[in-house]
T-cell receptor
């Protein structure tokens, strides 16, 4: 199956700082990647769809100026949480569709963000 | 009302038991149904993928979709302690559509 990696796996930062999370498709190309957020004991909520070479599409209620997404290549998408606050502490997970782009999604291992 | 409803549990069973996990949904437009397994502090791992109604079997896992009742199930036979995880149902309207997840059911299989 397709492999998606994320870096870092966990990060702790101070309130007001920015944090960048990387999502890579290791053995396939992904023109589209998805970013999810998961709070403890809750389900995954789609934040945005990252499109290679164009602007990301954000879900309703997600601040695009706070969660900056860059999909600069066919194997890398980045999510930057700007001016992070404690309420941004969460588990951030990316995913990418399989080779045919109509397949189901393959998820990365997630990044746990803690904002102090 | 949430589009996808899933009992969060927790569900605790003895090793070897048959486990039944379920989700209901409200949108009849959903055509693609998936079950993911998520271990603590890890990303979801795809278990089963089903299009439209019917059954699908893969080893100890069987997925069922009943579109008339808007109800999907995942059965785990001969459950093992290593099956202890959170199981998430997910569904979408089209091949390239957005995945909608259930809340996830936490399963614990005791030795």
């Amino acid at each position: 199956g397709a492999v998606v990696s994320q870096h870092p796996s966990w990060v702790i930062c101070k309130s007001g700082t920015s944090v960048k999370i990387e999502c890579r498709s290791l053995d396939f190309q992904a023109t589209t990647m998805f970013w999810y957020r998961q709070f403890p004991k809750q389900s995954l909520m789609l934040m945005a769809t990252s499109n290679e070479g164009s602007k990301a599409t954000y879900e309703q209620g997600v601040e695009k100026d706070k969660f900056l997404i860059n999909h600069a290549s066919l194997t890398l998408s980045t999510l930057t949480v700007t001016s992070a606050h404690p309420e941004d502490s969460s588990f951030y997970i990316c995913s990418a569709p399989g080779q045919a782009n109509t397949d189901t999604q393959y998820f990365g291992p997630g990044t746990r963000l803690t904002v102090l | 009302q949430k589009e996808v409803e899933q009992d969060p549990g927790p569900l605790s069973v003895p090793e070897g038991a048959i486990v039944s996990l379920n989700c209901t949904y409200s949108n009849s437009a959903f055509q693609y149904f998936m079950w993911y397994r998520q271990y603590s502090r890890k990303g979801p791992e795809l278990l089963m993928y089903t299009y439209s109604s019917g059954n699908k079997e893969d080893g100890r896992f069987t997925a069922q979709v009943d579109k008339s009742s808007k109800y999907i199930s995942l059965f785990i036979r001969d459950s093992q302690p290593s099956d202890s995880a959170t199981y998430l149902c997910a569904m979408k309207r089209s091949n390239t559509g957005k995945l909608i997840f259930g809340q996830g059911t936490t399963l614990q299989v005791k030795p």
